[in-house]
C-alpha cells in the first residue's frame, strides 16, 4: 500500500506518543517501553492497523508493535488509534521502517510472534528477496524470534503463498498449519481477526490463505 504522499505525516508521527521514534535504542529493552515482562508481538506491513488495533484490544496481555515503511501509511494507523475505540490502549506502538533492519531494532529471542497480513507479492522473480516471507527475511525473523516463536501469514495471493510455503520448508522451519480457505476452515479461523486487505478480497470472494510456520 503506497497512499498519495501526505506532507504532514512526518510531524504527526514524530510527536505522536504511541510513535517510538528511535527503535535501534530500544533493542534489548522493549519490555521497558512497556513496562511489564508481556510477550512482544510485531506485525510487519502493517498498513492502516485494523488489524493491530484489534490484535491489541483482544489480546490486553501481548504487547503490539506494528511496523509500516511509509509515514502517510501509518499517519491512518495513528489516525484509528486515536479514536474513542483504541486511544486507551497501553499495549501497542507503531515503528516507522523498513523490515530489513529488523536485526537493528529488535535483539535475539526479543519477539514471541511475527504477523504478515496481505504482504506486497513482488511478483518478478528478480525482486524475490523483497518478499517478506522470503529466505532472506526468514532468516532475519530466526534471529529475533523466540524459542517456538511462528511466523503467521495471510494473503488472497496463492502464488505468493506457494513460494511461502516453499520458503519455509527450504529454511527448515515447521508448517503448523496451513490452509487455502482460512474463512471456511473451522479450527484455523476461530477468532480470526480480519485486516483491511482481508476484508476487501474476501468480499470479492477471494479465499484467503493462512500459514503458521515456527522457527527451528
Ligand atoms: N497488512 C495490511 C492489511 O492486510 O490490510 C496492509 C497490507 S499492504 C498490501 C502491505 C503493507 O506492507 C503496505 O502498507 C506496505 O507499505 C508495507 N510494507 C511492505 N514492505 C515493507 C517493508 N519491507 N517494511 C515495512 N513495511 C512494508
Not at 484509528?80 to 516507522?96: G, H, I, M, P, Y
Request: net charge neutral.
Amino acid at each position: 500500500m503506497r497512499l498519495r504522499n501526505i506532507p504532514r505525516a512526518e510531524g504527526v508521527i514524530q510527536l505522536h506518543r504511541a510513535v517510538i521514534k528511535r527503535p535501534e535504542a530500544q533493542r534489548g529493552n522493549w519490555k521497558q517501553i512497556f513496562g511489564n515482562e508481556n510477550p512482544i508481538y510485531i506485525e510487519i506491513g502493517m498498513g492502516k492497523g485494523q488489524f493491530i488495533l484489534e490484535m491489541a484490544r483482544k489480546y490486553p496481555a501481548v504487547n503490539f508493535i506494528g511496523i509500516e515503511r511509509y509515514s502517510s501509511v501509518l499517519l491512518r494507523a495513528i489516525e484509528k488509534f486515536d479514536t474513542e475505540d483504541f486511544q486507551e490502549l497501553e499495549n501497542v506502538r507503531f515503528v516507522c521502517m523498513d523490515a530489513r533492519s529488523v536485526e537493528d531494532v529488535f535483539a535475539p529471542k526479543e519477539v514471541g510472534q511475527i504477523y504478515l497480513n496481505f504482504s506486497d507479492p513482488w511478483p518478478k522473480a528478480r525482486h524475490a528477496k523483497r518478499r517478506l516471507t522470503s529466505q532472506e527475511f526468514l532468516e532475519r525473523y530466526e534471529k529475533i524470534l523466540a524459542d517456538g516463536g511462528a511466523v503467521e501469514f495471510k494473503t488472497d495471493n496463492t502464488e505468493l503463498f506457494n513460494f511461502s510455503l516453499e520458503q519455509v520448508k527450504e529454511a527448515g522451519w515447521t508448517l503448523k498449519h496451513y490452509t487455502y480457505d482460512l474463512h471456511h476452515n473451522e479450527e484455523l479461523n476461530r477468532g480470526n481477526v480480519m485486516t483491511e486487505y482481508e476484508e476487501k478480497f474476501s468480499s470479492k470472494g477471494n479465499p484467503i490463505n493462512k500459514m503458521i510456520a515456527v522457527k527451528k
